[in-house]
T-cell receptor
Framework: GDSVTQMEGPVTLSEEAFLTINCTYT??????LFWYVQYPGEGLQLLLK?????DKGSNKGFEATYRKETTSFHLEKGSVQVSDSAVYFC????????FGKGTRLHILP | DGGITQSPKYLFRKEGQNVTLSCEQN?????MYWYRQDPGQGLRLIYY???????QKGDIAEGYSVSREKKESFPLTVTSAQKNPTAFYLC????????????????FGDGTRLSIL
């Protein structure tokens, strides 16, 4: 069945560091891919999405490219801020909606 | 602004008691979902509904019940049969059911934290 695998956390970085959170997927169809962010005590918010191969989603300095050949959708940001500290979820939607287990990110000032 | 409202934000349950978590959306979305999130864990699907008066079990439906009498509302009841109910509960909705509008994201409420007294 469909699945999403993302790197385990926590990930701890200093402010202004480069961020990569890996996400790979398996799917029988042609899913749309999403990154969500969850701040403490809140629900999930959509961060970015891509709906077909080679699409790049971007928002708030974060980017992810839909790579069909490697079945990946890695999240990147060139310079992280303390306010980016949160849990990040990778997800796919085909006939089902599947979430990864989440990656906790800590940014140190 | 359209969105999803969950209430209450915090809820306490006594032994043997049923409690109901509210979820209301004004996004005119067809599908609604309930997830459970345990500390440091991902999301697990409890129930989902694609249209009014219809709903399906998710991966961990035992000890829970739902109803979908109105498009806007999808309440979740945590029954006394759920022996470990302490968790963060998230409600979500999407435009279209699970097999339509697959490029549309889910919208989430702010969650209800349930604890045992």
């Amino acid at each position: 069945g469909d699945s999403v695998t993302q790197m385990e956390g926590p990930v701890t970085l200093s402010e202004e560091a480069f961020l990569t959170i890996n996400c790979t997927y398996t799917a029988t169809g042609y899913p749309s891919l999403f990154w969500y962010v969850q701040y403490p005590g809140e629900g999930l918010q959509l961060l970015l999405k891509a709906t077909k191969a080679d699409d790049k989603g971007s928002n708030k300095g974060f980017e992810a490219t839909y790579r069909k050949e490697t079945t990946s959708f890695h999240l990147e940001k060139g310079s992280v801020q303390v306010s980016d500290s949160a849990v990040y979820f990778c997800a796919l939607r085909d006939d089902k909606i599947i979430f990864g287990k989440g990656t906790r990110l800590h940014i140190l000032p | 602004d359209g969105g999803i409202t969950q209430s209450p934000k915090y809820l306490f349950r006594k032994e043997g008691q049923n409690v109901t978590l509210s979820c209301e959306q004004n996004l005119n979305h067809d599908a609604m979902y309930w997830y459970r999130q345990d500390p440091g864990q991902g999301l697990r699907l409890i129930y989902y509904s694609q249209i009014v008066n219809d709903f399906q079990k998710g991966d961990i439906a035992e000890g829970y019940s739902v109803s979908r009498e109105k498009k806007e509302s999808f309440p979740l009841t945590v029954t006394s049969a759920q022996k470990n109910p302490t968790a963060f509960y998230l409600c979500a909705s999407t435009l279209g059911g699970r097999d339509t509008y697959s490029n549309q994201p889910q919208h989430f409420g702010d969650g209800t934290r349930l604890s045992i007294l």
